[in-house]
Nanobody
Framework: QVQLVESGGGLVQAGGSLRLSCAAS????????MGWFRQAPGKGREFVAA????????NYADSVKGRFTISRDNVKNTMYLQMNSLKPEDTADYYC?????????????????WGQGTQVTVSS
């Protein structure tokens, strides 16, 4: 199992940027496919982006495509989510998750370990 801790959330105005980080400890980080999800108040957990073990493959939700970029540094055991052109509808708790598989997944139940989340608030 890998332990995950998110950071980098905060309050930002619409149109602004934030970079989230997900620090991993435990078993070899590079052996896990990783993902970002978010959950807005009163809504279910929503897929945001995922990245393969090497970082060579990515997948994005349509709602963030072209604005968000997922990346990872397997030496630093850290995954990132660069969020640009933020909108009020991006307001949510953001979670990172790991999956012991070579395949990218977009459903939350396909991930085994989760961080505690970091809050992102975008004001209009």
């Amino acid at each position: 199992q890998v332990q995950l801790v998110e950071s980098g959330g905060g309050l930002v105005q619409a149109g602004g940027s934030l970079r989230l980080s997900c620090a991993a400890s435990g078993r070899a980080f590079g052996s896990y496919t990783m993902g970002w999800f978010r959950q807005a108040p009163g809504k279910g957990r929503e897929f945001v982006a995922a990245i393969t073990r090497s970082g060579g493959g990515t997948n994005y939700a349509d709602s963030v495509k072209g604005r968000f970029t997922i990346s990872r540094d397997n030496v630093k055991n850290t995954m990132y989510l660069q969020m640009n052109s933020l909108k009020p509808e991006d307001t949510a708790d953001y979670y990172c998750a790991s999956r012991n598989s070579i395949l990218i997944a977009t459903r939350s139940e396909q991930y085994e370990s989760w961080g505690q989340g970091t809050q992102v608030t975008v004001s209009s």
